[in-house]
């Protein structure tokens, strides 16, 4: 379970989000009913980054559907979180699409233990 920097996360990272670690031993079917099911694997608070936005998403040249995406920053320890999750962020579902992770060199330069921003762009 991912642990909340309290010295970062509450004085611009207001959204709390749950996450899941996606169980390649089991059959998810709806996503909505997996969340419901399933106790999360942790939350941590976050920020968006970028606006929600929508963007074509073809299939295999012959179908084209609509794709939200959207990028959140958290300061806390979120390891966990790959590509494949489930985010809910903003009372909504969110598949991760991909995940960045940079120290900060401020607290990092002196600790042992190294304190990560981490960039999670999301889409639906």
Not at 27 to 44: H, P, R
Request: glycine share 4%.
């Amino acid at each position: 379970m991912g642990n909340i920097d309290i010295y970062h996360s509450r004085r611009t990272n207001y959204e709390e989000c749950y996450y899941w670690v996606r169980d390649e031993r089991s059959s998810v079917g709806d996503l909505n009913q997996w969340i419901l099911k399933n106790k999360s694997n942790g939350s941590f608070y976050a920020k968006e980054t970028n606006a929600i936005y929508n963007q074509a998403n073809p299939q295999a040249n012959v179908i084209m559907l609509d794709k939200n995406v959207i990028a959140i920053e958290t300061d806390d320890d979120v390891d966990e979180i790959e590509r494949g999750c489930i985010v809910l962020y903003n009372g909504k579902p969110w598949m991760v699409d991909n995940v960045q992770r940079y120290t900060h060199r401020k607290e990092s330069e002196f600790d042992i233990e190294k304190h990560y921003k981490t960039v999670i762009n999301l889409r639906r």
